[in-house]
């Protein structure tokens, strides 16, 4: 059984030697990549390389999407809305640049505890993948490869 052991630890030791600054990197990456790809869908116009820059313009669907289906208590649905999309939109770039991260994490956090808690209750699988990825990025920061270890924050 040692000899299994040893095998397995020996096989995993590499991974420990994978940096730190990488795993935070990719985490932010994947993290930014869900909330852009989001903001997106709630976006009109704006298409520029591809992507949809004018944050400003919702398209209907998703005024619709926050009056019928989201149904946020507190908030009205057109609020919510330009709150959700200004959120994704720039919270993303933030959190793939490494700039302002923790707060940026923090921010999709709270968000995440509101889609789970008023939006999608049944889809927590998804959502804890988010909160954990969140966790790890508003714990141990963005990492050397960040604006905000350029900027010294």
């Known amino acids: 059984m040692s000899s299994l052991i040893n ?3 020996g096989l995993l030791a590499p991974a420990k030697k994978i940096p730190e600054s990488l795993t ?12 852009w790809k989001s903001a997106q869908t709630k976006i009109a116009s704006g298409d520029f390389l591809g992507q949809k820059w004018a944050f400003y313009d919702l398209s209907a669907s998703t005024t619709m ?5 989201y149904d946020l208590p507190l908030i009205p649905p057109e609020t919510a809305a330009y709150m959700a999309t200004f959120a994704e939109f720039f919270l993303s ?9 923790r707060l940026s994490a923090f921010g999709f956090l709270m968000m995440t505890l509101v889609i789970q808690v008023f939006v999608y209750p049944d889809a927590w699988p998804t959502h804890i993948l ?4 969140l966790l790890y990025v508003l714990k141990e920061g963005p990492g050397k490869l960040s604006l905000d270890r350029v900027l010294g924050k």
């Not at 935070?24 to 909330?35: E, N, P, S």
């Not at 999407?65 to 289906?69: C, D, H, K």
């Not at 988010?130 to 990825?133: M, Q, R, T, V």
């Open 7 to 9: 095998t397995i630890n």
């Open 24 to 35: 935070l990197l990719v985490a932010r990456i994947a993290l930014a990549t869900v909330f």
């Open 65 to 69: 999407l926050f009056e019928y289906e």
């Open 93 to 101: 770039i933030f959190i793939l640049l490494g700039l302002f991260t």
């Open 130 to 133: 988010w909160a954990g990825l």
